[in-house]
């Protein structure tokens, strides 16, 4: 069974940071190229970064210098160290796991970051 355990969201000031983490199971996570989006209120879910098992990285425009992505193989978990946080970052930021050669694609159930002015 495919599961994703997000968690690391929460309220912070602006300027703050948080860490997230997704810890998945049942899939072959090195296939996978990780990542991690968000989608504010009346927003598209927008890309913030994602790296794949070489740790080649893409970074979101809007984060870049903000954010720093990672994952660790063994322990099929990929991060995302958020610093400087604004009120422009509050959303649901969702795990995902697009499979490097096929259209193969998994969400996690979202965890709410929240940026107080």
């Known amino acids: 069974q495919v599961q994703f355990v997000e968690s690391g969201g929460g309220l912070v000031q602006s300027g703050g940071s948080l860490r997230l983490s997704c810890a998945a199971s049942?899939?072959?996570?090195?296939?996978?190229?990780m990542g991690w989006y968000r989608q504010a209120p009346g927003k598209h879910r927008e890309l913030v970064a994602n790296i794949n098992s070489d740790s080649r990285i893409n970074y979101g425009d809007s984060v870049k210098g903000r954010f720093t992505i990672s994952r660790d193989n063994a322990k099929k978990t990929v991060y995302l160290q958020m610093n400087g946080l604004k009120p422009e970052d509050t959303a649901v930021y969702y795990c995902?796991?697009?499979?490097?050669?096929?259209?193969?694609?998994?969400w996690g159930q979202g965890t709410q970051v929240t940026v107080s002015s």
């Open positions: 995902n796991a697009a499979h490097r050669n096929t259209n193969v694609n998994w």
């Open positions: 049942g899939i072959i996570f090195s296939s996978y190229v």
